[in-house]
């Protein structure tokens, strides 16, 4: 059994309290490797916010369970090394698919965890959900669930369409299953392609602006839920910047859409005080990665190609914590 606060992580209890009555919102970074752990740390230390490290179940099997309670060990000494001397970084589990994955991780150092029980029917969800917060909460590890289903794909499960989160159902879930917040459906989605282009209008500047999402269920579960710590997934907004340097540099990306950053900034100042954020790291990555193998096609010094990969990163989730989710200068101490 590794607990979390032997590592020197937190869990999101008082992260989330803060962020609702300050009115904003804790990035929730995914990472695989290395050069992306370096990037969130770097940011978060430099820019003082609290941060959540999310793995994924993919994430977790490549880069391997007991590699990571050493890497989210590492990552806390070197946000001290950089100046920060009380940081607080949660590992957090995201789209936990079953109660067995949820435990694992709370007994390797995760201090948080989500069971997402989403695209379960409701009393099952409910079941799992309460299995795992009644496991996690033993060791203090907070437990996120989820209501609602987005659409598009999550690992190997598809929909089609959003089911939006019903309000009507959200007391009922918290109180039976205990959850310390709630993952809901508000018409955000996950990866690249969020939004058709017929569903879109377009701007002066001759951009696609989706259909802005479903506040009115947000203000809903708001008020059935007050104070309680919302999650928003899907909530990359993907930069066309990174999409025109990719399809520059030999990519295909045709059509990528992802939900505008004001959107996000006035979610971030309600009860949303998570919101995760995936693709625009896979996306910033790659497009810095494109770049180096079609101007110097000569370079083989991974460095050479992972380092500017890295810089492009940092500068990205600095500018999502500065001027969309406002975590700057919020860390307790
Ligand atoms: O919500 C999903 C995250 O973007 C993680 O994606 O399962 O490909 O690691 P993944
Ligand atoms: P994006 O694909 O929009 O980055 O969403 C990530 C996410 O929700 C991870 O759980
Ligand atoms: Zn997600």
Avoid: W
């Avoid at 391997?64 to 990552?75: F, H, K, P, S, V």
């Avoid at 033993?138 to 959003?162: I, N, R, S, Y």
């Avoid at 949303?272 to 990555?285: E, F, T, Y």
């Avoid at 460095?303 to 919020?330: C, F, Q, T, W």
């Amino acid at each position: 059994m590794v607990s979390y606060k032997k590592l020197g992580l937190v869990n999101t209890k008082e992260m989330f309290a803060r962020a609702i009555k300050g009115g904003y919102a804790i990035p929730a970074f995914n990472f695989n490797n290395m050069e992306q752990l370096q990037a969130i740390v770097k940011a978060s230390a430099e820019t003082k916010s609290p941060v959540i490290l999310q793995v994924s179940k993919g994430a977790r099997n490549y880069a391997n369970q007991t590699l990571l309670r050493y890497m989210a060990e590492g990552a806390v000494e070197y946000a001290k090394e950089l100046g920060c001397a009380h940081p607080e970084l949660v590992l957090h589990l995201d789209h936990g698919d079953s109660f067995e994955l949820c435990k694992s991780c709370c007994d390797m150092g995760f201090s948080s965890v989500m069971i997402d029980g989403s695209q379960l029917p409701y009393d099952e969800n409910v079941a799992l959900t309460k299995k795992v917060v009644e496991y996690a909460h033993q060791f203090d590890v907070t437990v996120e669930g989820e209501l609602g289903v987005l659409a598009g794909v999550e690992d190997e499960v598809k929909a089609e369409h959003h089911t939006y989160t019903k309000p009507e159902e959200v007391v009922d879930f918290v109180s039976k299953t205990g959850v310390d917040s709630l993952a809901i459906s508000i018409g955000t989605s996950h990866g690249a392609y969020k939004f058709k282009p017929e569903q879109c209008t377009l701007n002066a500047k001759g951009r696609l602006v989706p259909p802005p999402l479903a506040f009115d269920v947000l203000d809903g579960v708001m008020k059935e839920l007050p104070g309680f710590p919302i999650v928003l997934h899907g909530s990359s907004s993907v930069p066309q910047e990174y999409i025109d340097t990719i399809n520059k540099f030999g990519g295909k990306m045709v059509a990528a859409i992802g939900i505008p950053e004001d959107e996000l900034r006035k979610a971030a100042k309600s009860a949303v005080c998570k919101i995760n954020i995936d693709s625009d790291s896979r996306l910033a990555m790659t497009a810095a990665i494109r770049k180096v193998f079609v101007e110097k096609p000569g370079e083989f010094d991974p460095r050479k190609y992972l380092g500017p990969a890295r810089d492009s990163m940092e500068a990205l989730y600095k500018h999502k914590i500065i001027n969309v989710l406002g975590s700057n200068n919020h860390l307790a101490q």
